[in-house]
């Protein structure tokens, strides 16, 4: 079946250390997201790809790094400098070229600080 | 700046019943995509209904159906016979037609009680 998978479901990053989140997807999606979603708030947008070797920051880009040199992976690092890292992470996919296409999301990352 | 708001941060109603979730969104674009999506205590986002705001003709996905007022910038999402598996948060998104990027509400809590 077709989907985007998330790993780990939970991470847990000590003081000063970076941590990677991973996501596939096997949609052959061209475009893929990364959201940040706080207990009482809307997703906020940290980076995007519309195509492979090429991403764009989002809203709350400080602190975070992304990559894309595979269609089908996009994974994510939380960097020490992101001073408040807890937060459920979300990864998402879409076709491009037609706008307000669905978004296909995965199961997500719980990421707390030790 | 666009933005989506959301007035009710929890509603709670009776199995079978009818409930109306709002939101409201304010942009100067005249091409632009609305979006419901639930998460339910899995944490997984899930796509219920999708409007786009040049058809005139509200959107209706089963039990799922959307109230499109564009001069009043209003979007509500009504849920007939409710069912248990409705309990979740319900996010309201817009996409103008500019850009892909998503703005998302806050969230309603809908509890459906047996």
């Known amino acids: 079946d077709g989907g985007i998978t998330q790993s780990p479901k939970y991470l847990f990053r000590k003081e000063g250390q970076n941590v990677t989140l991973s996501c596939e997807q096997n949609l052959n999606h061209d475009a893929m997201y990364w959201y940040r979603q706080d207990p009482g708030q809307g997703l906020r947008l940290i980076y995007y790809?519309?195509?492979?070797?090429?991403?764009q920051k989002g809203d709350i880009a400080e602190g975070y790094s992304v990559s894309r040199e595979k269609k089908e992976s996009f994974p994510l690092t939380v960097t020490s400098a992101q001073k408040n890292p807890t937060a459920f992470y979300l990864c998402a996919s879409s076709m491009v070229g037609t706008r307000g296409e669905k978004l296909f999301f995965g199961s997500g990352t719980q990421l707390s600080v030790l | 700046a666009q933005t989506v708001t959301q007035s009710q941060p929890e509603m709670s109603v009776q199995e079978a019943e009818t409930v109306t979730l709002s939101c409201t969104y304010d942009?100067?674009?005249?091409?632009?995509?609305l979006f419901w999506y639930k998460q339910p205590p899995s944490r997984q986002m899930i796509l219920v209904i999708r409007q786009e705001a040049y058809k005139q003709q509200n959107a209706t996905e089963n039990r799922f159906s959307v109230n499109f007022q564009k001069a009043a910038k209003s979007f509500s999402l009504k849920i007939s016979d409710s069912q248990l598996g409705d309990t979740a948060m319900y996010f309201c998104?817009?996409?103008?037609?500019?850009?892909?990027?998503?703005?998302w509400g806050a969230g309603t809590k809908l509890i459906i009680k047996p």
């Open positions: 998104a817009f996409t103008a037609n500019s850009n892909y990027q998503l703005i």
């Open positions: 790809s519309q195509i492979v070797n090429d991403f």
């Open positions: 942009t100067s674009e005249n091409n632009y995509y």
